[in-house]
């Protein structure tokens, strides 16, 4: 068991939070008094029988309290045995999730994660459907997340603590997600305050990690469209980010096209060195929205906008893809067959008004190549045989 100073944070509301001290100062105890509390074998149990395992963790769980259980876990793990720790942590979180008694759940795990120890287990962070963390790379980043389905409110108040400390990038991250379940923080100044700082954070930008690349997604979920220029600034200082910045932009012109068009050709980091990425970008233009529509003729207008680009933009007009990887927090939006038929039918409109003066631009071929393919694509749907204007 690896002990972490965490720097505790013990200023809690009397009135919400006045039982948070005293596991912290009975965990600490128990540690003084040399008391097995979250560490330190099964008592009673031989070293063979003590071997926690995935087949008689529910029994070995189910006889215990959760504090107990959480114990027992954390003493079992061993960063030396990634595959077994993830078995083990599967096992855990479908016990943990299956407990009726939440609030003592809830009290173990907190007391876990105030006394600050942790238990490496070689996995690397990943994102599971939901935001829910797959992978966890330590028993803390486990029992948080888990303790988020638990106890909200719970994981709120130590989530802060965390983002506060700001000591471990991947924590931090699970710690956003955590305060964006709330609605009603997500949408807060407290939000984007603890957004800004995770993504500006000049250690964890020098030795990016998975988690880290991660949290982003807070960025995307609190629609700050306003604050873009951190993400310049971060492409300027750190350039081996540029790509993981451009799909980063992707994914928040999936969730708010209207918004956000209007200002990429303002961004001149984006503008100048991701060409062919923002060709991707306005391709997801939706022309039957005025606001995208607008946009869209500005992008094609431009000067600056070569035609290298646009002819990239033409070929991919209109895109419908979207990532299928799982998010903290943002969700893809899949678009029905009946709003992508509509969808190319106002596309071939649009493109029929300015053919003209694309085709002085010398986009004509690709204008006429865009064109016979949206045609395509909307007889498909008319057949029997096809489901999709894409197949």
């Not at 964890?204 to 998975?210: C, D, H, I, N």
Request: with cysteine.
């Amino acid at each position: 068991m690896k002990k972490v100073d965490r720097g505790l944070n013990c200023e809690f509301d009397q009135d919400t939070h006045h039982s948070k001290l005293s596991l912290i100062l009975i965990g600490l105890t128990m540690l003084v008094l040399g008391v097995p509390a979250f560490s330190g074998t099964d008592p009673g149990q031989s070293q063979t029988d003590s071997q926690l395992s995935p087949a008689n963790l529910p029994q070995r769980f189910a006889e215990r309290e959760p504090a107990e259980a959480v114990s027992l876990l954390a003493s079992a793990l061993d960063e030396n045995r990634p595959v077994d720790n993830q078995q083990l942590l599967d096992a855990a979180r479908e016990h943990f999730m299956g407990r009726t008694d939440d609030t003592a759940t809830a009290n173990a795990m907190a007391g876990y994660l105030s006394i600050g120890e942790d238990e490496p287990t070689g996995l690397t962070f990943r994102v599971g459907q939901g935001g829910r963390i797959e992978s966890p790379p330590s028993m803390r980043i486990a029992v948080l997340d888990w303790l988020s389905d638990i106890d909200g409110d719970e994981a709120l108040t130590i989530s802060r603590e965390i983002l506060e400390l700001a000591e471990d990038a991947e924590e931090a991250a699970v710690a956003l997600r955590n305060l964006g379940r709330h609605p009603e923080v997500a949408r807060s100044g407290e939000f984007l305050h603890y957004t800004l700082a995770f993504v500006s954070n000049p250690q964890w930008l020098e030795q990016p990690s998975a988690g880290f690349f991660e949290g982003f997604d807070a960025l995307a979920y609190s629609q700050a469209y306003d604050h873009l220029d951190v993400l310049v600034s971060i492409a300027k200082n750190h350039p081996n980010l540029t790509g993981f910045l451009a799909i980063l932009m992707d994914t928040m012109i999936q969730n708010d096209r209207g918004a956000v068009y209007p200002l990429l050709m303002d961004l001149p980091i984006f503008g100048n060195e991701f060409r062919s990425m923002r060709a991707v970008w306005f391709a997801r233009a939706d022309v039957r929205d005025a606001n995208q529509k607008k946009a869209l003729e500005l992008y094609l207008k431009d000067s600056s906008v070569t035609v290298e680009e646009k002819k990239r933009f033409l070929e991919l007009f209109p895109l419908f893809t979207r990532s299928t990887a799982p998010r903290l927090l943002t969700e893809d939006h899949l678009l029905s067959i009946a709003e992508m038929v509509s969808i190319d039918h106002a596309s071939i409109k649009f493109f029929e008004y300015h053919s003209a003066e694309l085709e002085r631009k010398g986009l004509g071929p690709s204008i006429q190549g865009l064109k016979e393919r949206l045609g395509v694509f909307v007889s498909r749907v008319k057949t029997k045989n096809h489901t999709s204007p894409r197949q």
